[in-house]
C-alpha cells in the first residue's frame, strides 16, 4: 500500500526554506553598506591610490598676488636718495632671564622692499591665508627689485641713500638653545637604569619684520627687528 502523501506538511516545508532563503538576502541599506565598505577596502589595498592620497594630503599650496607687478613704480622708489635706516636684529630666546637674554643677529640679511600696491597684496594673504600647507610667494620679478645688507657681531645694520617712501624690513634669524638632559645609558640584571647627562641643542628659524615709512628727504630712522 502507498503511503500517504502529507500535502500540508510538503507546502510547510517549502514555505519554512522561502522564509529562510528571504532573510538571508540583505535589506537594501546593508547591501549598500556592505558594498561601499568593499570599495573602500579595496581602495585602501591599493598602493598607487594609498601614494596618491598621502601625496595629496602632504601638498603645499603656492598663492601667488593676482595684480600685475609695477617693475617701474618699484624701480622708482628704489633710486637714490638721501635717508638712512638703521637698525638692530635681535631675538629674546629666554623671557625670564635677566642677562644674556638676547641673540643678536650676527651675519644676518636683512632685506628692504618697497612697499608697492603688489607687495602689500603679497603681505595681505600671508596674514590671511599663510599656514603649515599653504604659503605665499611674490614673483621672481618682484623679488629681483630689493636691496640687501648684512648684520655686523652686534646684530646692527644700515640703508643709506634711500628715498622717502613706504618700505618693508625682513630678516631671517636663527637660534640656538643649549640644555643637559638625563639620558638612560644602560640598565643591569637587577633592572637598576644609569643615566648620564648629555648635552641637547634646540634650533629655531625666526622671521623678523616690520614696516618703515621715510617721511622727510633726509629723515634717519631707527628700527629694530625682533
Do not use: W
Not at 549598500?32 to 591610490?49: E, G, H, R, S
Not at 648684520?151 to 618700505?167: Q, V
Request: net charge positive.
Amino acid at each position: 500500500m502507498k503511503e500517504k502523501i502529507n500535502v500540508f506538511r510538503i507546502n510547510q516545508q517549502a514555505a519554512n526554506r522561502i522564509h529562510e532563503v528571504f532573510n538571508k538576502v540583505p535589506h537594501p541599506n546593508q547591501f549598500i553598506f556592505y558594498v561601499v565598505t568593499l570599495m573602500l577596502f579595496i581602495y585602501a589595498c591599493n598602493p598607487v591610490k594609498n601614494a596618491d592620497r598621502k601625496a595629496s594630503r602632504n601638498e603645499i599650496k603656492s598663492i601667488f598676488p593676482t595684480q600685475s607687478f609695477d617693475s617701474l613704480a618699484a624701480k622708482k622708489m628704489l633710486a637714490y636718495g638721501k635717508a638712512t635706516i638703521k637698525g638692530v636684529v635681535y631675538k629674546k630666546t629666554n623671557k625670564l632671564a635677566i642677562v644674556n637674554a638676547k641673540r643678536y643677529g650676527y651675519k644676518v640679511t636683512v632685506t628692504l622692499y618697497p612697499a608697492t600696491p603688489y607687495f602689500m597684496e603679497y603681505y595681505n594673504l600671508r596674514q590671511e591665508k599663510e599656514s603649515k600647507r599653504t604659503k605665499v610667494y611674490i614673483s621672481d620679478e618682484a623679488y629681483r627689485y630689493r636691496i640687501e645688507v648684512k648684520t655686523d657681531e652686534y646684530g646692527r645694520f644700515t640703508f643709506d641713500k634711500i628715498k622717502p617712501g613706504k618700505y618693508f624690513l625682513q630678516a631671517i634669524m636663527t637660534t640656538t638653545n643649549y640644555y643637559t638632559q638625563d639620558v638612560e645609558v644602560g640598565s643591569n640584571s637587577y633592572g637598576t637604569r644609569f643615566y648620564e647627562k648629555q648635552r641637547q641643542y634646540e634650533s629655531k628659524t625666526h622671521r623678523l619684520e616690520k614696516f618703515v615709512e621715510i617721511k622727510n628727504e633726509k629723515e634717519e630712522v631707527e628700527i629694530v627687528l625682533k
